[in-house]
């Protein structure tokens, strides 16, 4: 059985639709519906109201493949950061580590590169 959606702050007065629906579309609106446990109808309204009120993002396949790209890079960027201060303890213990101001360098370097790829998917997602 299809769950519903929780009561809202004030009755639902006002009626969008129909919807016309291609027989792909419909079903893969049915299977969203069925996997999110509500029915259509339901998840349709859902699924509208979430991104009109910006509660949902909607992300076009081509650029989920960047944006795992860019979450997988921040991954490795905080493991060189937990090496980096591994150096650091070294250093302030009085070790030497003489590729240190190097591979800070380089961090610093691919840190900007990101932020600047993730810029340039934030600029052209407001564009789109």
């Not at 259509?40 to 993002?57: D, H, K, R």
Request: a positive charge; hydrophobic letters at 45%.
């Amino acid at each position: 059985m299809a769950r519903r959606r929780g009561r809202a702050d004030s009755p639902r007065d006002n009626r969008v639709g129909p919807l016309f629906l291609t027989d792909r579309e419909l079903a893969a609106l049915k299977l969203a519906a069925q996997r999110e446990g509500l029915d259509v109808g339901a998840f349709a309204a859902l699924a509208a109201v979430s991104v009109a009120e910006q509660q949902l993002t909607i992300v076009p396949l081509d650029r989920r493949q960047e944006m795992a790209e860019l979450v997988q890079t921040r991954v490795v960027l905080n493991r060189i950061g937990n090496n980096l201060n591994q150096v650091a303890r070294a250093l302030n213990s009085g070790d030497e580590a003489p590729e240190a101001d190097a591979v800070l360098q380089l961090v610093g370097r691919a840190i900007r590169r990101v932020e600047a790829a993730a810029d340039q998917i934030a600029k052209s997602r407001s564009r789109a």
